[in-house]
């Protein structure tokens, strides 16, 4: 079938009129939400660490229900109420073994070593209400709740307070800003991109300094829902330098390869979905016992993240 000049034309003017609509200029901001959202969030991690030419692998899974209630301040900032409904962990460590948590158990394990550290982490964080002050545009000004729920609980417990990443108000403000993206002061057009830079001290673990680059994509759709589709990568910088057990860790750790997609629902305010993986190693080095041990560290994390329907049963 021949296709006439004409016809062309008129097919190259209606994709770029396709194309204008679809790339409309369009303000970003997080907005109070009349009904608590339901999130469930999902983490795994498998890291392979190199020990004097023996390799030790670690595999983590955890699922967690959140419901955030989230309401406008008089600073014009928004109170996000966050509830756990319900905290699933699985933990697989070459020379510690295994490790479950349910949060709707009664005999999880608190005779293993893991178990008699973690537990009491986890059945803090099982149930934990929490309160984030955050801009229209994901700036996470204040942390409230935290402190009080783990200070007791990492107090002299290495193994809980790595698992914690420190239990520190940054570590989560760290933590929140990977489900909380930064939105670009100006509207979106086609090709825009911005930068999240962050600096952050974690009480006695170290220094971690980076940045999140996001890139709008275009629109997308999650089941019927419309959204804007945006792309994140992000580089981190970790200066490690812990006590734990007697031992002194240093060294650094960075992202080597990061990738990620964000569906944000423009008109309520809210990400509908996300899911990101970042692989990140590193050289440490452990000095214990008046030695020097080398350690080779290598782990890949994937993050996803559901605006839900109802609560799950």
Avoid at 48 to 62: G, S
Wanted: glycine share 10%.
């Amino acid at each position: 079938m021949k296709t006439s000049l004409k016809s062309l034309g008129g097919l190259v003017l209606l994709t770029l009129a396709t194309g204008v609509g679809a790339q409309e200029p369009t303000l970003l901001r997080y907005l109070p939400s009349k009904e608590p959202l339901i999130y469930r969030r999902t983490s795994t991690m498998k890291q392979t660490q190199t020990v004097m030419d023996k390799k030790i692998a670690t595999e983590m899974n955890q699922t967690e229900i959140d419901e955030w209630s989230i309401a406008a301040t008089d600073k014009k900032d928004l109170e996000i109420k966050s509830e756990t409904k319900r905290l699933q962990v699985k933990v697989k460590i070459a020379q510690l073994g295994d490790y479950t948590f349910d949060s709707r158990k009664d005999d999880n394990d608190k005779g293993s070593t893991l178990g008699a550290a973690l537990t009491p982490l986890y059945e803090r964080m099982g149930a934990a209400r929490l309160t984030y002050s955050v801009s229209p545009r994901g700036k996470i000004a204040k942390v409230e709740g935290l402190k009080e729920l783990l200070e007791d609980v990492l107090k002299d417990n290495p193994i809980a307070k790595q698992f914690a990443a420190g239990g520190s108000d940054d570590a989560v403000k760290l933590g929140l800003a990977e489900f909380v993206p930064a939105l670009p002061e100006d509207k979106i057009t086609a090709g825009s991109r911005w930068e999240a830079p962050f600096e952050m001290n974690l009480a006695k673990l170290g220094k971690a300094t980076g940045k999140r680059t996001y890139t709008y994509e275009g629109e997308g759709a999650i089941g019927k829902r419309k959204t804007v589709k945006i792309g994140v990568a992000m580089e981190l910088s970790f200066d490690l330098n812990l006590d734990m057990n007697g031992a002194k860790v240093t060294g650094n750790l960075s992202i080597s390869q990061s990738k990620g997609t964000i569906h944000f629902d423009a008109k309520q305010g809210c990400v509908v979905s996300l899911a990101t993986e970042y692989t990140l190693g590193g050289n440490l080095n452990v000095e214990a016992g008046g030695m020097n041990i080398p350690v080779g560290t290598e782990q890949t994390q994937n993050i996803r993240l559901e605006l839900l329907d109802r609560a799950p049963e």
